[in-house]
């Protein structure tokens, strides 16, 4: 697997923790950004973060390196993401 595949993955998976995050609300004080960020704003955020998690789970080249844990891990982060933005 190319460096950049592997990157792309780890980049989505740290994607799929920022969408857990905002959507239970659990937020570590360390990350400002989110930790100030209102509700307008985590929305925001969700919203470009799944888009982009869509983006990449469209791309064959993205999905046939992801592991089984991986696939699911960011199914369920666009799930939930998509369930939080009603």
Not at 9 to 14: F, G, K, Q
Not at 25 to 37: H, K, M, T, Y
Not at 46 to 71: C, E, P, Y
């Amino acid at each position: 697997m190319s460096d950049k595949i592997t990157t792309a993955i780890t980049n989505a998976l740290n994607v799929a923790t920022v969408i857990d995050k905002l959507v239970t609300g659990v937020i570590d004080q360390s990350d400002e950004r989110l930790a100030s960020a209102n509700v307008f704003e985590r929305k925001t955020y969700v919203i470009r973060n799944v888009g982009h998690l869509k983006r990449l789970m469209s791309q064959t080249w993205f999905t046939d390196a992801l592991d089984v844990d991986q696939f699911i891990t960011l199914n369920d982060a666009i799930v939930a993401g998509e369930t939080y933005i009603g």
